[in-house]
C-alpha cells in the first residue's frame, strides 16, 4: 500500500493508475500479469550530460517488460483474488486523497533527473510505512505486543520449559520457524 500510494501521497499524481512510469496498478487494475513499458536511464543519462556528450533518446530509453507473481499471501489463491485486492486498494488510495492538487503525469515527466529539494526534511526514520498516523500507531501496538510475547517465550525458554509459545511468524532460538495461523 505503501509503495502505491507514494505518487498520490506526494500529490504528483491523483491515482496509482495515472504514473508515467513502470509501475504495477494499471495492469493488475486491468486483470494484466504483463507490465511493459519504456524505462529511462537517468543514471546515464547524467553520467553523458556530465561528459559533456549530447544524449539522444535512444541512449538512454529502452523497452522493458516483465511478468508479475501473485504476492505470498495470494500465492495459493485465484487470480482473480489478487486483482480484487489491487482494485479496492487503487480505490482506496484515491478516494482517501481525492481534491488534492497534483502535479499530473506530464508535470512528473518534466521534471529534470537532476532535480533535488531546496532544503531536506531531516527528520527520524519512520519505524514502519504506513499511510496514515493511526495504521502506524496500529502497527506500533501490534509489533510492541509481538515483542513482547516473544520475550516471554525467549524468559520461559531459559527456565527450561518445554513447553513454550512463540507467536506466529518469529524465528525462536533453536527452534523452527513459527507460521501464521489461519
Same mark, same amino acid.
Given at each position: 500500500a505503501y509503495i502505491a500510494s507514494?505518487? /498520490? *501521497? $506526494?500529490? %504528483?499524481?491523483s491515482s496509482p493508475l495515472e504514473w508515467p512510469g513502470l509501475h504495477c496498478a494499471k495492469e493488475l487494475y486491468a486483470e494484466e500479469t504483463k507490465v511493459s513499458g519504456k524505462w529511462e536511464n537517468r543514471s546515464k543519462k547524467y553520467r553523458l550530460e556530465q561528459a559533456g556528450k549530447q544524449v539522444l533518446g535512444t541512449d538512454v530509453i529502452s523497452d522493458e517488460s516483465?511478468?508479475?507473481? &501473485?504476492? &505470498?499471501?495470494?500465492?495459493?489463491? *485465484?487470480?482473480?483474488?489478487?486483482?480484487?485486492? /489491487? #482494485? $479496492? %486498494?487503487?480505490?482506496?488510495?484515491?478516494d482517501q486523497h481525492h481534491g488534492q492538487d497534483v502535479l499530473g503525469a506530464a508535470g512528473v515527466q518534466r521534471q529534470p533527473s537532476t532535480r533535488a529539494p531546496k532544503k531536506s526534511k531531516n527528520t527520524y526514520g519512520i519505524d514502519f510505512h504506513v499511510s496514515d498516523r493511526a495504521q #502506524?500507531? $496500529?502497527?506500533?501496538?501490534?509489533?510492541?505486543?509481538?515483542v513482547r510475547g516473544f520475550r516471554a517465550a525467549c524468559q520461559y525458554l531459559e527456565k527450561a520449559g518445554d513447553e513454550f509459545c512463540f507467536p506466529p511468524g518469529s524465528f525462536p532460538p533453536n527452534a523452527p520457524f513459527v507460521p501464521e495461523t489461519g
Open positions: 507514494q505518487g /498520490v *501521497k $506526494e500529490r %504528483l499524481v516483465f511478468d508479475l507473481d &501473485p504476492l &505470498p499471501s495470494f500465492a495459493t489463491a *485465484k487470480l482473480s483474488a489478487w486483482f480484487a485486492w /489491487v #482494485r $479496492e %486498494l487503487v480505490d482506496q488510495i484515491v #502506524r500507531k $496500529e502497527w506500533r501496538t501490534t509489533y510492541r505486543d509481538f
